[in-house]
């Protein structure tokens, strides 16, 4: 064999090398870097998406912790996978914020642009929990209190401090996407959210699956039970199309899984990026592309009220198929609200302006089991819906109650739902 023969063999092997490593994806985890738990998570996500790989949040800490505490939310970029290998990440009681947002929106974000491919996935036993002592809950018309009073209120430790606001906001939530276009939720527990645990705006291609809450209504907070404002499990607000949604159960403070596109009164100031809403993006309808579609929801379980579709004035919701949700009041757990009105709210009330016949269309449901107040209840126009197989278990005396002239309703359709004496 000449010379040149193995220079060409040499170079050949460098080249392949060179491409295979150029190509690898690196598992990158925060225990390489310095700082809070909060800094290293977030450089951990800085340096995956500089070289296409993945984030590992581990079981154990290197600060010597069992326990990942985050002060500020983590901001997750486009085409970031972060990999929860049996671990407990939870606010600290000195955070205000979420504790995964997409990077593209936030405070002073008024023209946020899509992002892409993000992923959180638990491996085993995962929990994400609250903190333990909230700065703030509830949604943006909540007023925080330190004690349980009535009204319009929800708690925080932040209550009554003179420069610091005074109600609650999008920070309250604890995983909050906007403006993805693909995101995979999967195998996580989440206890005590400050407000809604999961909440989605102008959100597509969504897979949401195997996640337990345990977010009650009342929590105890220094020996003390406080009122904690709507502890939903997933939203979806404006704009969210082909969601999967499966495998939900758990203990919630208000629905299990809400669809909602409400306040779409247009008002050129709301552009988002304040914290004068629940919404971090802006409320406003701004036609076909805000409305929400094709969400296929299944195999689902709560103790209290388990899907709601909410929809006013022009917005539009529609395509949603529902297969098997249960509502079932749990003995160790009092009713929030003083027990759950449905188990599928079709067109709720109380949101603005009524909503437009049609606009809520084509909502399927099948294989639904509840024991609140009814079974399902329609609360606005509605057109082109079938409800099949239910079972109501109920005290009511109605298995579907209209709160609306029935004349409003068009082209909907009940078989088989039965209701079972006690």
């Known amino acids: 064999m000449t010379k040149s023969f193995f220079i060409h063999l040499a170079t050949a092997l460098y080249f392949i090398l060179f491409i295979g490593c150029s190509q690898k994806t690196y598992n990158i985890t925060p225990n390489q870097f310095k700082g809070s738990d909060t800094q290293r998570i977030q450089a951990a996500v800085d340096e995956a998406a500089s070289v296409n790989g993945k984030v590992v949040i581990p079981t154990n800490n290197s600060n010597g912790s069992?326990?990942?505490?985050?002060?500020?939310?983590?901001?997750?970029?486009?085409?970031?996978?972060?990999?929860?290998?049996n671990c407990t990440i939870?606010?600290?009681?000195?955070?205000?914020?979420?504790?995964?947002?997409?990077?593209?929106?936030?405070?002073?974000?008024?023209?946020?642009?899509?992002?892409?491919?993000?992923?959180?996935?638990?491996?085993?036993?995962?929990?994400?929990?609250?903190?333990?002592?909230?700065?703030?809950?509830?949604?943006?018309?909540?007023?925080?209190?330190?004690?349980?009073?009535?009204?319009?209120?929800?708690?925080?430790s932040d209550a009554g401090k003179e420069g610091i606001k005074q109600k609650g906001d999008w920070r309250n939530i604890m995983i909050l996407m906007a403006y993805v276009d693909g995101f995979k939720l999967k195998n996580v527990n989440i206890k005590q959210a400050h407000a809604w645990a999961v909440s989605h705006e102008r959100v597509l291609n969504a897979e949401i699956s195997d996640i337990t809450f345990d977010s009650p209504q009342?929590?105890?907070?220094?020996?003390?039970?406080?009122?904690?404002?709507?502890?939903?499990?997933?939203?979806?607000?404006?704009?969210?199309?082909?969601?999967?949604?499966?495998?939900?159960?758990?203990?919630?403070?208000?629905?299990?899984?809400a669809l909602s596109t409400l306040g779409i009164d247009l008002n050129p100031e709301d552009?988002?990026?304040?914290?004068?809403?629940?919404?971090?993006?802006?409320?406003?309808?701004?036609?076909?592309?805000?409305?929400?579609?094709?969400?296929?929801?299944?195999?689902?379980?709560?103790?209290?009220?388990?899907?709601?579709?909410?929809?006013?004035?022009?917005?539009?919701?529609?395509?949603?198929?529902?297969?098997?949700?249960?509502?079932?009041?749990?003995?160790?757990?009092?009713?929030?609200?003083?027990?759950?009105?449905?188990?599928?709210?079709?067109?709720?009330?109380?949101?603005?302006?009524?909503?437009?016949?049609?606009?809520?269309?084509?909502?399927?449901?099948?294989?639904?089991?509840?024991?609140?107040?009814?079974?399902?209840?329609?609360?606005?126009?509605?057109?082109?819906c079938s409800f099949m197989n239910g079972v109501y278990t109920g005290n009511g005396d109605q298995i579907t109650i209209y709160n609306i002239d029935k004349s409003n309703i068009s082209n909907v359709t009940s078989q088989d739902l039965i209701k079972i004496k006690k």
């Open 66 to 85: 069992d326990v990942w505490l985050l002060d500020s939310a983590i901001l997750l970029p486009s085409n970031t996978t972060i990999i929860l290998d």
């Open 271 to 384: 552009k988002g990026g304040t914290l004068n809403s629940t919404m971090v993006t802006s409320r406003n309808w701004s036609g076909p592309q805000d409305n929400t579609e094709q969400v296929f929801i299944t195999n689902c379980q709560t103790n209290y009220t388990g899907v709601g579709i909410r929809a006013n004035d022009r917005a539009s919701i529609h395509d949603v198929y529902i297969n098997g949700v249960t509502t079932k009041a749990r003995p160790d757990t009092p009713p929030p609200y003083g027990g759950s009105p449905y188990t599928l709210l079709v067109g709720g009330k109380g949101y603005g302006q009524d909503s437009q016949p049609g606009k809520i269309n084509n909502i399927h449901a099948m294989n639904i089991v509840g024991d609140g107040k009814c079974l399902i209840l329609i609360e606005q126009a509605i057109a082109d």
């Open 90 to 156: 939870q606010l600290s009681d000195r955070c205000r914020d979420n504790m995964f947002r997409s990077k593209n929106v936030g405070i002073g974000i008024t023209d946020p642009k899509w992002v892409k491919n993000i992923r959180i996935i638990g491996i085993g036993d995962v929990l994400l929990r609250g903190a333990d002592n909230p700065r703030a809950t509830g949604d943006g018309a909540r007023v925080l209190v330190s004690e349980k009073q009535p009204g319009r209120v929800s708690y925080g």
């Open 218 to 257: 009342y929590q105890n907070i220094n020996g003390k039970e406080v009122f904690v404002a709507n502890r939903d499990g997933i939203n979806l607000r404006h704009g969210c199309k082909y969601f999967r949604i499966n495998n939900i159960t758990g203990v919630n403070g208000d629905d299990l899984i």
